[in-house]
């Protein structure tokens, strides 16, 4: 039989040592994979997290660049907007995976999702409108506004129970990381067993072991940061160089003392006392280290404790460092700042930067509160937007030649203000370049020059009027310097003095007029030099030779003086002959004219004469035969009726009827004479007056006919002679009456009303109406379109109508009715 060798007490412990190191060895797997686990579900649910805020942060873009897009009409904000639009769902769906195993997750995000889709059709829907040129209403603003609330409330829910997940799964992690460092212990401990076991091993190594911890000691010494070791109880165990300079104490002064001891701390702002532990908590930014002989460090210090494996600590290692000049450099660079911004926003001037590529990086709050823009909006090339839309196009040409070569950028352009103004402004750049002369910046100021630009641009427009007035009057004109030498001419003087303008500058006034008018013109301007007084409208003649006539000319001289001294004189030469002989011409016309009215006016005078003689011989002469006539036929028909035979009584009454027809066409024909020839008194006269004044006159008409008036008082005034204008009204309401069917009332309406400086009168009736081919027939003298027997009159009361609303100022014209009748429609001047 092969013999068992047996084997040592060594080699079973080893064995024994290291299958209880594999079982802590397994041990120590299982708690390093649940702790794995545990930290994949914390960075899952962190994963949810940020998902979330990812969604709301999309949700948030897309309304950003619908704003931007609504203030601005910008597409690159359209296509901000699709692109967070777009992002949105896909994020949902994400989380939709990532909560799959959590039901209530799930029923929480249904709601979330819902009301992101509502919010994104509503985005959609304004946006549709903003392209379709429709602005959106208020009521849709503000459904946005409440989904947007809702938004958050579904979201602060999702994220709740991520929250207490996540502290659930922190309690796992931090319970399988006990588990871990028991495990780390067990297997520690083992390991110890085979430290003891294999000592003759350790001992081996023990030599390396001493060097390594020399190494490790020498470079705890020479590293730059200042090093403190202690030991549990406080003591100091270890000092470095750096940390013996700072302290100001050596490192063998050090050992043994507590730290506190070793290391005065106070606080910077109150000068307090304080402690390592403070320092490092929450006063770790205003430490300083008193180093003694007056001397003080602002310190940043760091402690980790020395935690061997599967033991207590066993003491603590301190680094900490001198931050005084750094931190004097953060106090100069931040006060440096300020100083910085405060004198940029009290500059008028508004700077600004942009990238190499001209891309806006940063715009001055004065340019923000100027145009009204969000700051978000200009970044980029939104800051064109203000831009006037005439001026963009070559801003914009001038920024990108200015960014291609790299030369300097001066523009003058116009923007739109928030409160809706457009104002001037002068914008200057200029590139920052590195070593190699490659650009790395633009750096620039805009300025507001509205003030400036605007009586430019007024005194350019005068300018020119100025100019094109200089040029294009017929008058010429001249500025003579103080040597009495041509410094300025127009074109008329030029073609006075018959040469080119341009050869004639520089020589005197007398040497370029032609004779004789040179000699007139010189001494003039020899006597303004002279006395420095103005001399305006200065009127001479000038003889011609031979067959030329003879020229007038008007001069005025006006001296040029500056501070007292003689500058020169302007010189303003037109010549007037034309006009004196058309002056001429008008006074002998005038003369005629005047011989011409004066025989008019006795022809007029003497016809009017006449005129009176004849209407005298009417009225008078031709009317005493009727009344003859008159009383003889009505004589014979009082006193000879028995005798006589009824045909004889008939013609005998048809005489009588005649000769009152006769005298009441005498009598209309006497007023209408009287109407064209009177001279007439315009007052204010109240249209409600005329017409009570003419229903008067016509009261017995009335009573017979039984007609019913409708006029609507109060009635405006009217500029007119008060006589006519009731002769007139009455004419109008006795044909009114007159001329209806048989058996029909008469009904009459009037209306009037103002319309600006006249008065527009209506006078409707339910009478026999005027075909509209008689409607300016009827106006005439004598004009009848119906016979005697049947509507009697004399065909003159019309005629009288139009003629007195002629003389008066005013205007009639006839209109028909659907009902039947006529609608006469006077214009007259209205009364102030």
Request: zero cysteines.
């Given at each position: 039989m092969k013999s068992i060798t047996p084997r040592t007490p060594v080699t079973v412990a080893t064995i024994v040592s290291l299958l209880l190191l594999a079982i802590a060895l397994a041990v120590l797997a299982r708690g390093i994979r649940n702790h794995s686990e545990s930290w994949r579900w914390v960075a899952h649910t962190r994963e949810v997290l940020e998902h979330v805020e990812a969604t709301l942060t999309l949700a948030s873009d897309a309304e950003t660049a619908q704003r931007g897009l609504l203030l601005t009409g910008n597409p690159v904000f359209l296509a901000d907007y699709r692109r967070a639009r777009d992002g949105v769902l896909p994020e949902v769906a994400r989380l939709r995976t990532l909560t799959?195993?959590?039901?209530?997750?799930?029923?929480?995000?249904?709601?979330?999702?819902?009301?992101?889709?509502?919010?994104?059709?509503?985005?959609?829907?304004?946006?549709?409108?903003?392209?379709?040129?429709?602005?959106?209403?208020?009521?849709?603003?503000e459904s946005g506004r409440l989904l947007k609330q809702r938004i958050l409330a579904k979201a602060e829910l999702v994220r709740s129970e991520e929250r207490r997940l996540l502290e659930e799964r922190h309690l796992r992690v931090e319970q399988g990381r006990r588990e871990l460092i028991a495990a780390f212990a067990t297997t520690a401990g083992v390991a110890g067993l085979l430290v003891v076991l294999l000592w003759v091993i350790s001992s081996r190594d023990a030599a390396r072991l001493l060097a390594e911890r020399a190494r490790l000691d020498a470079t705890l010494r020479s590293i730059g940061d200042g090093v403190i070791a202690t030991a549990p109880d406080g003591t100091v165990t270890l000092m470095n160089r750096v940390a013996e300079v700072l302290s100001g104490i050596p490192e063998a002064g050090a050992v043994g003392r507590r730290l506190d001891q070793v290391l005065h701390l106070r606080e910077q702002d109150s000068g307090r006392p304080i402690r390592a532990a403070e320092a490092i908590g929450d006063l770790f930014d205003r430490a300083v280290l008193i180093a003694g002989e007056d001397r003080e460090y602002a310190i940043e210090l760091n402690m980790a404790p020395i935690t061997?494996?599967?033991?207590?600590?066993?003491?603590?290692?301190?680094?900490?460092?001198?931050?005084?000049?750094?931190?004097?450099?953060?106090?100069?660079?931040?006060?440096?700042?300020?100083?910085?911004?405060?004198?940029?926003?009290?500059?008028?001037?508004?700077?600004?930067?942009?990238?190499?590529?001209?891309?806006?990086?940063?715009?001055?709050?004065?340019?923000?509160?100027?145009?009204?823009?969000?700051?978000?909006?200009?970044?980029?090339?939104?800051?064109?937007?203000?831009?006037?839309?005439?001026?963009?196009?070559?801003?914009?040409?001038?920024?990108?030649?200015?960014?291609?070569?790299?030369?300097?950028?001066?523009?003058?352009?116009?923007v739109r203000t928030a409160d809706g103004q457009v104002r001037w402004v002068r914008a200057r750049a200029n590139p920052r370049r590195d070593a190699s002369g490659a650009i790395v910046a633009w750096y620039g100021l805009t300025e507001d020059i509205h003030a400036r630009k605007e009586s430019e641009l007024a005194l350019n427009r005068r300018l020119a009027q100025i100019e094109t007035i200089y040029r294009a009057v017929p008058v010429g004109l001249a500025l003579l310097d103080a040597d009495m030498r041509l410094e300025e001419l127009n074109d008329a003087l030029a073609d006075v003095s018959g040469r080119l303008k341009d050869a004639i500058v520089g020589m005197r006034l007398a040497d370029v007029l032609p004779d004789p008018l040179n000699g007139q013109v010189g001494a003039l301007v020899g006597q303004v030099a002279l006395d420095r007084r103005q001399l305006a409208g200065v009127e001479f003649s000038v003889s011609g030779d031979g067959e030329e006539q003879q020229r007038d000319w008007l001069a005025s001289f006006y001296p040029v003086q500056e501070g007292g001294h003689f500058q020169g004189i302007v010189v303003a030469l037109l010549e007037v002959t034309q006009i004196k002989i058309a002056q001429r011409k008008l006074s002998e016309a005038n003369q005629l004219l005047e011989q011409r009215v004066e025989q008019r006016t006795a022809q007029i005078a003497e016809a009017n004469a006449e005129l009176r003689a004849f209407a005298h011989t009417v009225a008078h002469d031709l009317r005493a035969p009727l009344r003859n006539v008159e009383g003889f036929a009505t004589a014979l028909m009082e006193d000879e009726a028995d005798r006589m035979s009824e045909d004889?009584?008939?013609?005998?009454?048809?005489?009588?009827?005649?000769?009152?027809?006769?005298?009441?066409?005498?009598?209309?024909?006497?007023?209408?004479?009287?109407?064209?020839?009177?001279?007439?008194?315009?007052?204010?006269?109240?249209?409600?007056?005329?017409?009570?004044?003419?229903?008067?006159?016509?009261?017995?008409?009335?009573?017979?006919?039984?007609?019913?008036?409708?006029?609507?008082?109060?009635?405006?005034?009217?500029?007119?002679?008060?006589?006519?204008?009731?002769?007139?009204?009455?004419?109008?309401?006795?044909?009114?009456?007159?001329?209806?069917?048989?058996?029909?009332?008469?009904?009459?309406?009037?209306?009037?009303?103002?319309?600006?400086?006249?008065?527009?009168?209506?006078i409707a009736d339910n009478g026999i109406g005027i075909a509209a081919e008689h409607r300016e027939q009827v106006f005439g003298v004598f004009e009848r379109l119906h016979g005697e027997e049947r509507y009697p009159g004399t065909g003159i009361g019309l005629a009288i109508v139009k003629k007195g609303l002629e003389r008066l100022g005013g205007s009639v014209r006839i209109a028909g009715r659907e009902a039947g009748g006529s609608v006469f429609e006077l214009t007259m001047p209205a009364a102030d």
């Open positions: 799959s195993d959590n039901p209530r997750q799930q029923a929480a995000l249904r709601p979330f999702e819902d009301a992101l889709r509502a919010r994104l059709e509503l985005l959609e829907q304004v946006v549709r409108e903003k392209l379709a040129g429709r602005a959106p209403d208020m009521a849709t603003l061997p494996e599967g033991t207590e600590a066993v003491g603590n290692v301190m680094v900490f460092r001198d931050v005084t000049e750094r931190n004097a450099r953060g106090r100069a660079l931040a006060e440096s700042e300020a100083n910085y911004r405060y004198t940029v926003e009290l500059n008028p001037q508004m700077p600004w930067k942009a990238s190499a590529d001209g891309t806006m990086l940063f715009l001055s709050d004065r340019w923000l509160a100027l145009t009204g823009q969000a700051r978000d909006a200009l970044i980029g090339s939104g800051w064109m937007e203000v831009i006037d839309a005439d001026d963009r196009p070559a801003v914009a040409q001038a920024w990108k030649h200015a960014v291609s070569s790299g030369a300097t950028y001066d523009v003058e352009h116009r004889g009584k008939v013609f005998a009454g048809r005489i009588v009827a005649a000769v009152v027809r006769m005298d009441r066409l005498i009598t209309d024909l006497l007023g209408y004479s009287r109407l064209s020839r009177a001279e007439l008194r315009f007052e204010r006269v109240e249209l409600g007056m005329a017409f009570k004044t003419a229903l008067r006159d016509i009261e017995t008409q009335i009573a017979e006919s039984g007609a019913r008036l409708d006029i609507g008082y109060p009635l405006p005034a009217v500029w007119a002679n008060g006589t006519i204008l009731a002769q007139v009204l009455g004419n109008l309401l006795s044909n009114a009456i007159k001329f209806v069917g048989k058996g029909v009332v008469p009904h009459i309406q009037v209306s009037a009303e103002r319309n600006g400086m006249a008065v527009q009168l209506s």
